[in-house]
């Protein structure tokens, strides 16, 4: 029930997939509509003869005493309007309130009918009741524990890295998604053969865990354990794309490796995430635009306070999304240099988490209020400790940058202070503060930016 690299040799062994939780889902009642014989009236249009009308709890229980599995709509008779899912499960009839809004639902899942509806519920309470406290358990011996990013002599051929089918339970298991060899390599698999660059930093980043519906039998990549139901059988990383059951993403920890084939974007991408999908120190754009702005352009008179034309600034984005780092900002490609510095501010601008988060926001404005200069520096200090480490790092390499384009103030025009105004809003934004709150901070935004460029050497 391991998942490890052998100590004799580096070959991939896959991990023992539990079966017990699919044999129980094999085993749960299936759905038995009990279907009204007689017309009833005001019956609504979404519910077909499953619907009995508003009859009692009582009536309700007797017509489903037959058949485990066996369910049928009625009107509340408390409540006018509203409408029960009464469904026979463990020889009692339990009653759930239930609610259309285009889709079926009791709770948090939606579905497209009753009986898809009625399968799953049957199978939740068949799976949860059977394995109680086997399901309260599965998280304490992890497979996932033996897995981490194991560094590899020659680079691993992914074919032969293939997941094996899992261990087989009674009758056969339905076959996975007829997806290509690479598509099929699971997160895991993925994981135990990534080599380790010498270079790139080693970034904790949390998974960005969403949750999916899985076609066919799919198993945790944490536990091992059959993730059950039919619909929403757990959760999906859109980073990395490691599956798992939502308790056990709880405990999961934060070593997301984001996979390029799932992010598929360099603007709007969340900047850690971006790093370790591209195994680099910063975000490519970063280090490609300060590159070709110091090859060419320090010089440029009001550099970053001119702006290029937008459509070519959307030009650079477009590239850099499709391309990465082969997209071409050569003189070639782009002569006025305003167009890199345009695409550099938005790149700062569009990020989701602002390259001085939300989180170490308040830090900083409050910093940039004190008035006595050594103790602002301190201050400065203890706040730049709260960004996350490929933040900090991203931005001690424009900050760095930004002392080179002041040192050629004398042709560029730009003083700290012009810069501080151009990139405080652009690497700040207030967190959900009212609008004068916001308004106020914009000077101390300023502040924040042009002591960093300024004392660069000493607080990075």
């Not at 017309?39 to 077909?48: H, I, Q, T």
């Not at 068949?126 to 590899?152: D, F, R, S, W």
């Not at 080599?195 to 899985?214: C, G, I, M, Q, W």
């Amino acid at each position: 029930k391991t998942f490890f690299l052998s100590p004799d040799h580096d070959e991939y062994r896959p991990p023992v997939w539990k079966s017990y939780l699919y044999q129980l889902q094999q085993e749960a009642p299936h759905p038995r509509r009990l279907t009204c014989t007689s017309e009833v009236d005001n019956r609504p249009k979404y519910y077909g003869r499953e619907y009995h009308g508003m009859i009692s709890r009582e009536e309700a229980d007797q017509l489903l005493s037959q058949a485990e599995g066996s369910y049928l709509i009625r009107e509340s008779q408390r409540q006018p309007g509203t409408y029960t899912l009464a469904l026979r499960f463990g020889n009692q009839t339990r009653n759930f309130r239930l609610y259309h809004d285009g889709k079926h639902f009791v709770g948090e899942k939606r579905f497209e009918s009753i009986h898809d509806l009625v399968t799953d519920a049957l199978i939740t309470l068949y799976v949860e009741t059977k394995a109680a406290e086997y399901i309260a358990k599965m998280t304490i011996n992890p497979i996932y524990e033996h897995v981490g990013y194991t560094t590899l002599n020659q680079e691993p051929s992914l074919k032969k890295h293939l997941p094996l089918s899992p261990e087989t339970p009674d009758g056969p298991i339905p076959a996975k998604d007829d997806l290509n060899t690479e598509e099929r390599l699971t997160s895991l698999v993925r994981r135990s053969t990534l080599r380790e660059s010498d270079l790139a930093p080693k970034y904790e980043k949390v998974h960005n865990f969403k949750v999916h519906t899985f076609r066919g039998p799919h198993w945790c990549e944490y536990c091992a354990n059959f993730m059950w139901g039919l619909i929403a059988q757990g959760v999906k990383c859109a980073d990395c794309g490691l599956n798992v059951h939502k308790q056990c993403s709880k405990v999961v920890p934060n070593d997301c490796q984001p996979d390029l084939r799932h992010v598929k974007k360099v603007y709007s991408c969340d900047l850690t995430t971006l790093v370790k999908a591209h195994n680099t120190k910063r975000p490519m754009v970063v280090d490609m635009c300060i590159q070709e702005l110091e090859a060419r352009g320090l010089q440029s008179e009001g550099l970053y306070r001119i702006s290029g034309f937008s459509e070519l600034i959307e030009d650079v984005k477009l590239a850099f999304d499709r391309d990465g780092e082969k997209a071409d900002i050569s003189t070639n490609a782009y002569e006025d240099i305003n167009i890199i510095t345009g695409a550099l501010k938005l790149y700062f601008r569009e990020l989701p988490i602002p390259l001085i988060t939300y989180d170490a926001y308040p830090r900083f404005i409050e910093a940039a209020k004190i008035t006595d200069a050594e103790k602002r520096l301190e201050s400065l200090h203890e706040a730049l400790k709260l960004l996350p480490p490929a933040h900090y790092e991203t931005l001690r390499y424009l900050m760095a940058h930004l002392k080179r384009v002041i040192h050629c103030e004398k042709e560029n025009l730009m003083s700290s202070e012009n810069l501080g105004i151009v990139f405080g809003p652009t690497l700040m934004r207030a967190p959900d503060l009212d609008a004068m709150t916001a308004l106020n901070d914009i000077r101390y935004q300023r502040l924040v930016v042009e002591s960093l460029i300024t004392n660069e050497d000493v607080l990075f």
